[in-house]
């Protein structure tokens, strides 16, 4: 018995070798692409931690929400009937909204706060002092 260690539709050197390279652009492009939206997220102020969680969390909680459909044979109000989830949801709702909230006030009391600096005169630190 022997193994092969090709790919079954790689039939000779070259066939692998347009391979290896189509694999290696495939590989730049990725990790352009990576770079592309790291940076986009950087300039947005989003903060890592929470993407990671996602990242590793996202497939659990999509595996149990599948879980629970299949369970409740697709009824999405059993999350809104039983008490506890419809809690948590609650929470999640409320959470969400007071973000939005504080993102769309954000702009409002930068504004407020560089009109009380327009109006406070400005001294030196030894004036205070002494």
């Known amino acids: 018995m022997t193994f092969h260690l090709r790919p079954r539709f790689a039939t000779n050197d070259v066939d692998l070798a347009k391979l290896a390279i189509s694999h290696l652009q495939l590989k730049r492009l990725l990790k352009v692409r990576l770079i592309a939206v790291g940076y986009v997220l950087l300039r947005l102020d989003f903060h890592p931690a929470p993407i990671l969680l996602g990242f590793v969390l996202g497939p659990r909680f999509e595996e149990n929400f599948r879980r629970s459909l299949l369970i409740s044979r697709g009824d999405l ?8 989830s419809a809690f948590f949801l609650t929470i999640c709702v409320v959470l969400i909204v007071a973000q939005i909230y504080v993102w769309l006030r954000k702009p409002k009391i930068v504004a407020e706060e560089k009109a009380i600096e327009a109006q406070v005169p400005r001294t030196s630190y030894s004036e205070l002092a002494g």
């Open 77 to 84: 109000m059993t999350f809104i009937e039983r008490p506890i």
